[in-house]
């Protein structure tokens, strides 16, 4: 399949999603994860009009913003963040999906530049127990989404999750929707997050069915990965 194929069929199967969950065309946003996949293939993506990139490894993602900043794309950094990493990520990414501490939060913010604009960023959940390793615990999340949102140099915008994988569409979306619930009590205690970072490419349809507005899909567009 070539790339234009590939985000077609993913870009129908997220219309799809939205249209039986009886949301409005455009409200899922598709997030490209090109972890893995060379610059060329980024750029053969965004000649389809594929504009929103997601990035695991800081290292590589460094070289593949340099060689592709002659186009306007928006890099989302979606890796687990290790502190001595926080300033490269600050200055290069327009998004980070994956805040788990307000170490991380701090350091994100304090090292970026109020010229470039608020770091939009989601705080990454554990919702499948066990299942992940990363993610804040749902009990401490209240406490560090109001800290973080009080950081003048970041834009929290809302959650992020990676489940354990699942075959079962039910039991996919009884996790997701766990997200969204978190999500809705934290916009109850006054926070406004309007972004829920759920779904890949096995489990999108069962994310757009719980309200996700990015789904991270690498797989379905790119191929498999080879292992790093
Ligand atoms: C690799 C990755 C994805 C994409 O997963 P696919 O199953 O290949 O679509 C999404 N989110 C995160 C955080 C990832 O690391």
Request: hydrophobic letters at 40%; proline letters at 5%.
């Amino acid at each position: 399949m070539t790339i234009k194929e590939s985000l077609d069929e993913v870009g129908q199967r997220i219309r799809r999603a939205e249209t039986d969950a009886g949301r409005p065309p455009g409200s899922v946003h598709l997030l490209a994860v090109s972890k893995t996949q060379p610059a060329e293939v980024v750029r053969a993506a965004a000649q389809w009009g594929q504009r929103a990139f997601g990035e695991n490894y800081l290292q590589e993602a460094e070289d593949k913003i340099a060689v592709l900043s002659d186009l306007k794309l928006e890099w989302h950094f979606i890796g687990p963040i290790q502190s001595n990493k926080t300033a490269t990520i600050a200055r290069l990414f327009h998004w980070v999906h994956s805040v788990d501490r307000l170490k991380i939060a701090q350091r994100l913010n304090d090292q970026r530049l109020p010229a470039r604009g608020p770091l939009q960023v989601c705080i990454q959940v554990n919702i499948s127990g066990e299942g992940s390793k990363s993610g804040v615990g749902l009990d401490e999340l209240p406490a560090l989404a109001a800290k973080v949102a009080g950081l003048p140099n970041l834009c929290l915008r809302g959650l992020m999750a990676i489940p354990a994988p699942e075959k079962d569409p039910e039991r996919q979306r009884r996790t997701f929707a766990r997200l969204r619930e978190a999500l809705e009590m934290l916009n109850r205690q006054g926070l406004a997050l309007d972004t829920l970072s759920m779904g890949m490419s096995d489990d999108l349809e069962s994310a757009v069915a719980e309200g996700a507005t990015w789904v991270r899909i690498g797989t379905a567009l790119f191929g498999a990965r080879k292992s790093r």
